[in-house]
Structures are given as structure tokens and as C-alpha cells.
């Protein structure tokens, strides 16, 4: 790895792969004990109109997909609030017209082709340096805003009903969250890809939460198992000439079922033998 980093790009790669492995260790860390992992995959998904109507209109990348991200997320989280039994369900239509308005837009964009697998895996070997500083940012609000208000996220996170008594705003502290999960989205999707945000978003903290005493734990165990597959999936997509994004995924998936066979196995040793009759 480290003749690797002799190249700018496997650098900036590098440093991409970090700063996605911080983003998602907060954020998903807030999805996972919230229990909205199918709510974040669609915001992902909807992220496509907005890669659509930016490209269709000619808009600044950030501009168009963040507009209509974080439309998408505030609408799918008041859906969410006032109509839970309903949620999945038009959460996934969201979800597919999100995704179908960013295509029909990208094939009546004229003159322009964009090759839409490349916000699938991403592209993060060609990362520029103005899309570290905007991860960078991204990255350092996410944390200040989280630690800022660390004890009305846990309260909010593990249970409502006391959050409201001790008089935590939920429905605005939720909203903000939702926020967060489109603003953080929309900035390392076209780094690192939607396949690669859904599973950095899910199976890290998933892994941190069976280990972690409290959120702040997980959030920093799953930062830093982000940061560990990111590596050695950047090292194998090197050594072996494979997609960067795939092998991450893969590394973080082979991972996440050793863990469950772990778990499983242990569960297993511990159970007490039937007693023996007669």
C-alpha cells in the first residue's frame, strides 16, 4: 500500500475513503439505532433526480442534487412522522421515481451522456481536491452538531417518549437529522458511489452496536471499521486490479458475515446441553 501512495490520486482516494468512513460512522451510526436504514437508502436512491435536473438544467452539481435530495428527504420523513404503517410503502415509491426522474432528465440532456455507473461505484480514484475540502466541511458539521447535541440525539434515538418529557424538540431534531443524512449523501455519492454510501451507512454501525457501551462509542467504532475496510479494499482494488468501490463493499460484507458466525457460533457454545434423562 504504502508504494501506492507514492500517486496523488491513490492519495486523494485515500483520503476520500476516510473522510466518507468519518461522515458515515456519525450518520449512520443515527440510522441504524433510529431504525431508518430503508429511509436512507431511498433519500440515496432520490439523490439520482437531483444528479438528473442538475445535469438537464446545467446547475452546479451541488445545487441541483442537493435541492431535490433533501426535498425528497423532508417530504419521506414527514411521511415517517404522521404515517408510520404507511412509510415503507411510499417511501419506496419515492425511492423509484426519485431514480427514474434522474434518468429520463440524463437521456434528455442534449449533448450530454453521463455514464450513470459511475454514481453507482463511484469514482473515487479521480476524487479532485475541492471534493476533499467539501467532505472535510461536511465531515466537521456532522460532529459538531452531533456532539453539540449528544444528549438529545441519545434520548431521541432509544426513546421518545422520554426525550419529549425531558422536553427535547423530537419532531425538529428529527427533521434536522434527516437533513443531515441527505446533505451527507448527496457530497460522497459521486466520490465513492451509491452502492458503497448505503453499505458504509449500515454495515459498519450494525457491526459497532453489538460492541458499543453508548452511541458515542459506536459512532467511533464505526468510523473507524469504515475507515479499516476503506483501506483494505483500496489496497486489494490496487494490488489486484479490481474496482475500488466492489471490493470496499465486499471487504465490509465478508466482514459483517464472519461477525454474524461469530455471534452465532458463541451463541451456540454458551447454551446450556439438555439433561440427561433416565
Known sequence: MLEALQYEFMRNALAAGLLASVICGVIGSLVVVNRIVFLSGGIAHAAYGGIGLAFFFGWPYLVGTLGFSLAAAMLMALVTLRARHRAD????VLWAVGMAIGVILLDLTPGYNVDLMSYLFGSILTVPTADLWQMAIVAGVDLTIVVGRYQDFLAMSYDEEFARIRGVPVRPLYLLMIAMIA??????IRVVGLILVIALL???PFIAEKYARSLLQMIGFAGLLSGGFTVVG????YRFNLTCGATIILVAAAF?????????LKTKR?????AETG
Not at 183 to 188: A, E, H, K, L
Not at 256 to 264: D, K, Q
Open 270 to 274: 454458551e447454551r446450556p446441553l439438555p
Open 256 to 264: 459483517f458475515f464472519a461477525c454474524l458466525a461469530w455471534e452465532w
Open 234 to 237: 483500496l489496497y486489494l482494488s
Open 202 to 204: 449500515t454495515i459498519p
Open 183 to 188: 446533505v451527507s449523501v448527496v457530497v460522497i
Open 89 to 92: 410503502t411510499i417511501i419506496g
